[in-house]
């Protein structure tokens, strides 16, 4: 178990104005880190950094050893922008395989293959041709996650991968991260509104609020005091 | 018809009129290219901010007597391109604002320059409007091209051709989701950068023919009609392709034809085909 990011008294926010702070933090190999939190707690603001799409305003965020930027896969919240853009499936699928390019101007043939395989698994195979404006917000929400996969190697980062999915969505949603972090080792570190999966599917908490309120293991987490004040507020399932 | 068709015989034995056509459709092949981009990058502007700096640039390189105008206008668009995108991600002054600062600070200081040379030049104030509406709205006259103009815009179609091609599927991953590219490693500040020089350079190789108010429209519409019926990045780029060649040829042709000035013949051909296209995907909604 390697660690491969390390927070040190990062502190997050926008010109003049701290969202978070004194974030500390390790995520290691094979982790699957849950970051919980109530809104503009400065969850996704973390995740953006972490990604570099935004500099911390103090501390350090580093990326040990084994892992590097290329290596990393990334859902992001829709933006405005992408809900009108013509654009097909399998088009928007393979450009996840970019950071695998390098220099090279065009896609292999194992990339191709690899966005094949990774629409199959999310089951949007039939979608391939059809035009990515056209789809259901839960379809949208598959073709970026399968995105996400075919960019992630070693770590995958995601934004609230939930939002707009009905129950059932949501469940096979995730189960497919489930296995992705057990199955292919793939590190996981999400963002989150639901307790309950929380709870359930991670190995660690993060939970922030100003500033770090909690950060351990998930049994750790249940039974510290900041854990059950929010389970019980957001209706969190203790006993699985 | 047939008298139509022997004018156009005519025409066409003349240098300068095949020589136009080779430009107009160089030109409207590299300007359709990157429209889809800027659309929805949301850089419609930048395109039309970029061609009035263009028109400044142009009236330093008149006052300077500059025998080639492109030494001087090629580099100072550039320049401002990359300004124009690095004001995009400042949040001092904001992007739009920037952008219409710019282009109507080159547009006011370009017609001043342009009136000032020519009173020391001793020309009289007819002249200068002529020049400033043929570099506004393009020559109204297509047979002015030299045989040099014709070459850089052949060097030039090539380099922005060659480029889009082998930057075609980075062109659409930092267009599709810039901050998923940057986020996975790739560099989308750089692709960026090459995105602004590009157009850059598009708006400068087509100043001279369809004037730089024109060339948004060249930029631009061919992209919105595409998008109007076809549902993939790479069939919306090949129709605007396709599109802008027709309108170009056509715009050419008529404007041989019916004397009109080639710029705005061309960019109405554009704006028929888009209402053809809206009215198309309007119908092809309705049926289903």
């Given at each position: 178990m390697s660690i491969l990011l390390r927070c040190e008294n990062v502190s997050l926010g926008y010109e003049g104005s701290v969202v978070t702070k004194d974030l500390n933090f390790t995520v290691s190999s094979g982790d699957y880190l849950c970051i919980v939190g109530e809104n503009g707690s400065g969850k996704s603001t973390l995740i953006k950094a972490l990604l570099g799409l935004k500099p911390q305003l103090s501390g350090n965020i580093t990326f040990c050893g084994e892992v590097s930027k290329n290596e990393i896969g990334y859902l992001p919240q829709q933006t405005?922008?992408?809900?009108?853009?013509?654009?097909?499936?399998?088009?928007?699928?393979?450009?996840?395989c970019m950071n695998r390019c390098g220099l090279r101007p065009f896609y292999s043939r194992e990339e191709k293959k690899l966005a094949k395989d990774m629409m199959k698994r999310l089951e949007i195979t039939d979608l391939e041709k059809r035009c990515y404006r056209e789809l259901s917000g839960g379809q949208q929400q598959r073709v970026l996650l399968a995105r996400a996969l075919c960019s992630a190697r070693k770590m995958i980062l995601l934004?609230?991968?939930?939002?707009g999915l009905d129950p059932k969505a949501a469940n096979e949603?995730?189960?497919?991260?489930?296995?992705?972090?057990?199955?292919?080792?793939?590190?996981?570190?999400?963002?989150?509104?639901?307790?309950?999966?929380a709870v359930r599917y991670a190995t660690h908490i993060l939970h922030v609020g100003g500033k770090q309120l909690f950060f351990g293991t998930k049994e750790d987490y249940m039974t510290s005091k900041t854990g059950q004040a929010f389970l019980s507020v957001m209706g969190g399932d203790e006993d699985e | 018809m047939s008298e139509v068709f022997d004018k156009l015989h005519m025409y066409f034995q003349l240098p300068s009129v095949r020589y136009a056509m080779i430009v107009g459709l160089l030109i409207a092949l590299c300007s359709s290219l990157l429209g889809v981009t800027l659309v929805m990058k949301r850089f419609s502007f930048i395109g039309d901010g970029l061609?009035?700096?263009a028109f400044g640039a142009m009236a330093v390189a008149t006052i300077t007597g500059i025998t080639n105008n492109m030494l001087i206008i090629m580099p100072v668009t550039i320049i401002s391109a990359v300004l124009l995108l690095r004001t995009g991600q400042n949040t001092k002054i904001k992007g739009d604002a920037a952008v219409a600062m710019i282009s109507v600070g080159a547009l006011a200081l370009g017609y001043m320059l342009m009136n000032i040379a020519s009173q020391k030049g001793g020309r009289t104030s007819s002249n200068v409007s002529a020049d400033v509406c043929s570099t506004l709205f393009g020559s109204t006259s297509i047979l002015t091209l030299s045989p040099a103009d014709v070459w850089i815009c052949i060097v030039m179609s090539v380099i922005v051709v060659t480029v889009f091609l082998v930057f075609y599927n980075k062109i659409f991953a930092v267009t599709f989701d810039e901050n998923f590219a940057k986020a996975t490693g790739v560099r989308s500040d750089m692709y960026n950068l090459l995105i602004a020089v590009v157009i850059a350079v598009i708006i400068v190789i087509a100043m001279n023919f369809v004037g730089s108010l024109l060339i948004s429209a060249l930029i631009i519409f061919?992209?919105?009609?595409a998008m109007r019926l076809f549902k993939s990045f790479r069939s919306v780029i090949i129709c605007s392709v396709v599109i802008s060649l027709i309108c170009a040829g056509l715009g050419i042709i008529?404007?041989?034809?019916?004397?009109?000035?080639?710029?705005?013949?061309?960019?109405?051909?554009d704006i028929t085909v888009f209402f053809i296209f809206s009215l198309l995907s309007f119908i092809t909604k309705k049926g289903r």
């Open positions: 405005m922008v992408q809900r009108d853009f013509p654009a097909s499936v399998q088009e928007i699928v393979l450009s996840g934004d609230e991968p939930i939002t949603m995730y189960e497919l991260i489930a296995g992705l972090n057990q199955k292919d080792g793939i590190t996981v570190i999400m963002v989150s509104h639901d307790m309950n999966a | 061609s009035h700096v061919p992209a919105l009609s008529v404007s041989i034809l019916a004397g009109t000035p080639v710029g705005s013949t061309i960019v109405t051909a």
